[in-house]
């Protein structure tokens, strides 16, 4: 058994939502309590627990309930998990956690830097121990025992940069602070006004996004040859982590997003047959 941990101190972050286009204050602070609280300071500090009933997406994973949202979640989220934190206050002053450079490096130097702190409280992982696979048009998702947690993700883009790109990592806290925490997220110039008619990608960059015209990147070089699917490793892993505990399996996505991999917790979730708490 392992305990739940904390970090040492406060930590803050300030940049803009890359949806919203709003510059935040993001304050994560030591609690006690074995869970992952966000407080809106705008709001009067109203708090929302991170709950995967009242999670939804659309371009990002958000939290929702019926006062207020908060979104983009992911990276944030996939460090906490990495780091093993699962006690946290989160403040924050608007409805989105700042995008950073596009990547979850600044949150992993930053947490480096405070420290972890483990907790009296122990806590239970999750082991898979029956495959399945779930579909979305030609995307697909499946699950299957491991012995620790693995992570298969394949992309294909009809984009010269990108193409079919496809990694494989058993994850631990190194390789993820090497080889996925620095991978940014990416978008093609051709879906900005769509987006921003959507109310999305208004804060979106070439400071915060690997962006793509017809034909290259035009955000300068890459930080991997195949970062978009490194990203899309690191995105997955801010999803599951709403499974609320470590895992252990083999998490296969092609085509996927947001949308699939919140199916996919939602099936588990549902269908406790497939896991066990150890
Ligand atoms: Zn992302």
């Known amino acids: 058994?392992?305990?739940?941990?904390?970090?040492?101190?406060?930590?803050?972050?300030?940049?803009?939502?890359?949806?919203?286009?709003?510059?935040?204050?993001?304050?994560?602070?030591?609690?006690?309590?074995?869970?992952?609280?966000?407080?809106?300071?705008?709001?009067?500090?109203?708090?929302?627990?991170?709950d995967p009933k009242k999670i939804e997406t659309k371009s990002s994973t958000y939290l929702v309930s019926e006062e207020c949202k908060i979104q983009t979640l992911e990276h944030l989220l996939a460090v906490l998990y990495i780091f093993g934190i699962d006690s946290l206050i989160i403040e924050i002053n608007g409805d989105e956690i700042p995008i950073m450079d596009g990547s979850a490096s600044p949150f992993v130097q930053a947490i480096l830097s405070a420290g972890i702190m483990s907790l009296p409280e122990r806590k239970k992982s999750i082991k898979i121990i029956k495959p399945s696979s779930l579909e979305e048009k030609d995307a697909a998702f499946s699950f299957s025992p491991d012995s620790?947690?693995?992570?298969?993700?394949?992309?294909?883009?009809?984009?010269?940069?990108?193409?079919?790109?496809?990694?494989?990592?058993?994850?631990?806290?190194?390789?993820?602070?090497?080889?996925?925490?620095?991978?940014?997220?990416?978008?093609?110039l051709k879906d900005v006004p769509a987006l921003r008619a959507q109310g999305l990608a208004a804060g979106g960059s070439l400071d915060n996004a690997v962006v793509l015209d017809e034909k290259s990147v035009i955000s300068g070089p890459l930080r991997y040859p195949d970062e978009f699917?490194?990203?899309?490793?690191?995105?997955?892993?801010?999803?599951?982590?709403?499974?609320?505990?470590p895992l252990t399996g083999h998490f296969k996505a092609h085509k996927a997003g947001h949308s699939l991999h919140l199916k996919a917790i939602h099936f588990l979730l549902d269908n406790p047959e497939f896991w066990t708490y150890i």
């Open 229 to 245: 699917v490194r990203h899309k490793i690191l995105d997955l892993i801010g999803d599951l982590s709403l499974m609320g505990s």
């Open 148 to 188: 620790g947690f693995k992570i298969t993700y394949s992309i294909e883009y009809d984009h010269p940069a990108i193409q079919r790109q496809e990694l494989s990592l058993s994850l631990n806290l190194e390789n993820f602070i090497k080889e996925v925490a620095p991978a940014r997220t990416f978008g093609f």
């Open 1 to 50: 058994m392992i305990e739940k941990s904390t970090i040492q101190k406060e930590i803050h972050f300030s940049g803009v939502g890359v949806h919203s286009g709003k510059k935040v204050d993001l304050l994560l602070r030591p609690s006690s309590s074995g869970e992952i609280i966000f407080r809106r300071t705008d709001l009067d500090n109203l708090e929302l627990a991170l």
